[in-house]
């Protein structure tokens, strides 16, 4: 029999959160009015994550894995789950427990009027760090305004999505996957659903400084070519400030005589200014570009190494199995 629902959580070293985890989500899963499939992504992990989802595959048919190669970040993890899901309802959440499982009913209630996207908005980010709190703040305002599509604030990947979302999702080839914005993109009736971030439940933090910044990068790329405009106005800006300059040292020249302010000064200004500009420009010019690099290697997203469960793709559940890795590879570059 197929599930009816899909919880799919990324893990990437989580090992002690792993048991509480299965232990909320049981909870949740046996309140269901439908059969639940667990799959868990284990991102490369270095710990012992996989031998614990091992076990619980063992233990429980429900849950299913997938297990990489090496680690390729949480929105590919993501991805992979999705691409996979049998269900007709697609959870999306945190392994470390920030995302509470018992919100999971409220939003399938909201699934049940209608709604083919209900995210779940943080209205508190219990302690998290200030400055945390501060940039995730500031990013998600800039983000909603410069990016074509409105990118709800406050939100993560925390969500529930219908099918007809995930196959748009899965369809979608682009390598460069912020999620909470390409689900924006299609469309369909969304909803919120309030929620007050906890705190994470054990373990380290496992998104860096950088990898947030690669991630906030990537979503104002991803959904916005304001940047690039950007580079044009403050070429405008730099050319009328040239002409400015140009007529306050003609001006000088005639009008004032021994001013300080001509020669060397004026010119290291200009260079200066002309070179800030232009370096910003091209770098600007270089996410893009490099994006487009990116895009048209058109690698497979991610590699497996190992697959547990998902009975109905092949006969046998056996691992290592080639089948998945061609049709990964398949869904990865379509
Ligand atoms: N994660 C992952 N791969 C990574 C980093 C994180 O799969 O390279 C997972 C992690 O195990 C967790 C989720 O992504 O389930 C969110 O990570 P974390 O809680 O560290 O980040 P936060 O969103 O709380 O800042
Ligand atoms: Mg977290």
């Known amino acids: 029999m197929l599930p009816k629902y899909s919880f799919v959580i990324p893990i990437y070293n989580e090992e002690e959160i792993i048991p509480e985890l299965y232990r909320r989500l ?20 270095r710990d012992r994550s996989l031998q614990l989802i091992r076990d619980l595959h063992q233990k429980d048919p429900r849950v299913c894995y997938l297990s990489f190669a090496r680690n390729f970040g949480h929105q590919i993890a993501v991805t992979a789950g999705l691409n996979f ?17 018992e919100l999971i009913p409220d939003m399938v209630e909201k699934w049940r009027q209608g709604y083919q996207v209900v995210y779940a908005q943080r209205s508190q980010r219990l302690k998290e760090g200030r400055f945390k709190r501060f940039t995730a703040y500031f990013f998600y305002r800039l983000l909603k305004k410069l990016a074509d599509v409105d990118i709800p604030t406050d939100t993560g ?21 912020y999620i909470r914005g390409l689900r924006s993109w299609v469309g369909f009736q969304q909803t919120a659903i309030r929620f007050e971030r906890d705190p994470r439940f054990a373990g ?4 860096t400084f950088s990898k947030s910044l690669a991630l906030a990068i990537n979503g104002l790329v991803s959904f916005s070519i304001v940047p690039l405009r950007l580079s044009t106005y403050l070429g405008l800006v730099a050319a ?35 070179g800030s ?28 190494a ?5 009975y109905h793709k092949s006969s046998n559940s056996t691992k290592n199995s080639d ?12």
């Open 26 to 45: 049981t909870t949740v899963m046996n309140r269901m009015d439908g059969l639940v499939e667990l799959i868990l992504i284990n991102d490369g992990s």
């Open 240 to 274: 009328v400030a040239a002409i400015f300059m140009a007529l306050l040292v003609l001006y000088w020249r005639i009008f004032v005589p021994n001013s300080p302010l001509t020669g060397f000064t004026i010119i290291l200004m200009a260079i200066f200014f002309l």
């Open 306 to 310: 190992e697959v547990g469960g998902f």
């Open 323 to 334: 089948e998945y890795q061609m049709s990964v590879g398949d869904e990865g570059t379509k």
């Open 85 to 101: 899901v049998r269900g007709q309802v697609i959870v999306i959440l945190d392994a470390d427990l920030q995302d509470p499982p």
């Open 277 to 304: 500009v232009q370096l910003v420009s091209v770098g600007i010019l270089g996410e893009y570009i490099g994006r487009i690099y990116e895009e048209v290697k058109a690698r497979p997203l991610y590699t497996l």
């Open 157 to 177: 990947d925390f969500c529930l999505m219908d099918r007809q979302v995930v196959d748009l999702l899965n369809s979608m080839p682009e390598r460069a996957r």
């Open 204 to 207: 380290e933090v496992k998104y």
